[in-house]
């Protein structure tokens, strides 16, 4: 079972009140149905479809006919279609569908603005599993005026989510992985955002360390070539017989990079200072070092 899949039947299974059921069944029927005489709503979902049922029943009164069918091939799901023949006129009325964007009341507040995304999203909404795929979300509507309406309405809620042409439709879609979790929230799937959260805490964990791992190995590469580089300065200075054009303090700085020629500046300047008792920083290797290179560099100019 997909994610998506996993998602909308837990949110199918939520109970909500009357005005919030208005809102939600205005909402699905928005994104799955043709409608003409009839209200013929079509779903892959077999807990959409019995929510459908059951919201229209309660609302209505009504028992719409339910056809069950296979897709187009054998490999596909069940189809569900729902059928309201009776009052449609009403039903459309009730439930704000007359027009492409439904009236102010379907979503006069925060609570109605949930009922109505948990529609959309039961509707015509998809979400990728976080364990195997990029983070995703979308929504994919027929007209770019009802784009911009759920658009806003997602954004309400500061989603950051953004509309795409795609084809024939639009696609309203989030790609951060706290807005996602943040809409799983909104619409109520707690079991599907403790599942998310876990596996974005473990996914983020895991970049991070990679991350780290990739900057220590490169770390370690800058030592061991500014090493490298040093110990080809202090043997052309020892081909050339120009060590001793060095003072005393930066000889000694020679002799221990020969003696350790794979460590870091700051454990060379740790080593100089336990054995010889005399305290160096950092800073001042890299001074006496930087010393040996300008003198191997005239070296090699004069050569």
């Known amino acids: 079972m997909s994610f998506t899949s996993t998602v909308k039947n837990e ?15 205005s909402a699905i029927i928005k994104n799955t149905a043709v409608i003409d005489k009839s209200i013929k709503i079509t ?5 959409v479809a019995r929510r459908i049922f059951t919201l229209v029943k309660e609302l209505f009164n009504y028992v719409s006919k339910i056809t069950v ?26 439930l704000s569908l007359n027009n492409n964007i439904p009236e102010e009341y379907i979503v006069d507040d925060i609570e109605l603005q949930r009922a109505y995304l948990m529609g959309v999203f039961l509707g015509s909404g998809s979400i990728n599993d976080p364990k195997k795929s990029r983070y ?70 895991k970049n991070m360390t990679n991350r780290l791992n990739n900057c220590e190995q490169a770390n370690v590469d800058r030592i061991i070539e500014t090493a490298t580089n ?4 202090i043997e052309i200075l020892e081909q050339n017989d120009a060590v001793d054009l060095l003072d005393d303090k930066v000889k000694q700085v020679l002799k221990y990079r020969k003696k350790y020629p794979e460590v870091s500046l700051t454990e ?30 005239k070296i090699k100019e004069k050569n």
Do not use: C
């Open 11 to 25: 949110v199918s299974k939520l109970e909500i009140n009357e005005i919030d059921s208005i809102t939600e069944l």
């Open 43 to 47: 779903t892959e979902n077999a807990s």
């Open 69 to 94: 069918r296979r897709g187009y091939n054998f490999n596909k799901n069940y189809i569900y279609i729902i059928e309201i023949n009776h009052d449609v006129d009403k039903i459309l009325k009730k």
């Open 136 to 205: 995703h979300l979308e929504f994919l509507v027929d007209t770019k005026e009802y784009a911009e309406f759920i658009n806003k309405l997602l954004n309400n809620f500061r989603l950051n989510s953004k509309i795409l042409k795609r084809e024939n439709k639009y696609m309203i879609y989030i790609k951060e992985a706290e807005k996602i979790g943040d809409f799983l929230r909104i619409i109520n799937a707690t079991n599907a955002v403790f599942y998310f959260e876990d596996i974005r805490i473990y996914r983020d964990h």
């Open 230 to 233: 040093q110990i080809k300065d």
């Open 268 to 297: 060379l300047s740790e080593i100089i200072t336990i054995e010889t008792g005399n305290s160096i920083t950092k800073s001042g290797i890299y001074h006496r070092m930087k010393k040996i290179t300008e003198l191997a560099k």
